[in-house]
């Protein structure tokens, strides 16, 4: 094991806790739908990471550790992508729309799953609104991925955080890759955590009312979320 692992899962846990767009979509779809959304939602927040940690192990994050137009693109990129999730939400909050397009979208309060075998055959009397799990898991799943990945600052903190931890008589490359699969495995632990909390808190918030100030509440943050990332010129 690394010779520094307690330190490093000490900065890793408070990092893992911190508050951010990640946990706003987390804490959002776990009220709006339970806690399956919340944990899907964290696993592709997970695999993202994941993927970040691979491109730091691989040195591949020094290109855009590197690169200010690389920083930038991606930085706006994810800038805009919670615009968009922000407004789909703030669009949701204040009017009526089809409940397929949105959870296609990812972004209207998600209809409760059911399982496919449940079902009537070919769909026939599924109640309106209602979707299979498929299409609910894939998009909870796909606003974690993509809210992880088009941060910017996330590569560079792997790139940064963990040579830090590695002894320099220890195999550098090895350690790395030791210590992030430690801090992927402290973020599923989070997030498994997490989602179960939260279920109970959901059943709470199930009517129509409560779906609507939920909305608009995280529309709103994560458009302030995406101004400040977007105008944010430190890296």
Known sequence: MPELLFPF???????TVTPGPDMLLVVRNGLSAGSRAAWLTGLGCCLGISIHATAAVLGLSAILSASATAYTVVKLAGAAY???LGIRMLISAIMSVDPAADVEAGTAPLPTAVPAQALPAAGVGMPEGVR???GTDAAVFRQGLITNLLNPKIALLFLTLLPQFVAHDEPRLRTTATLAVIF????VVWWRTFSLAIGPISRVLRGGTARRALDGLAGSALLAISAAVALDGDR
């Open 132 to 134: 299979t799990e498929p």
């Open 184 to 187: 992927l495995a402290v973020a």
């Open 9 to 15: 899962l000490g900065v890793v846990a408070l990092l």
């Open 82 to 84: 919670l615009a968009y």
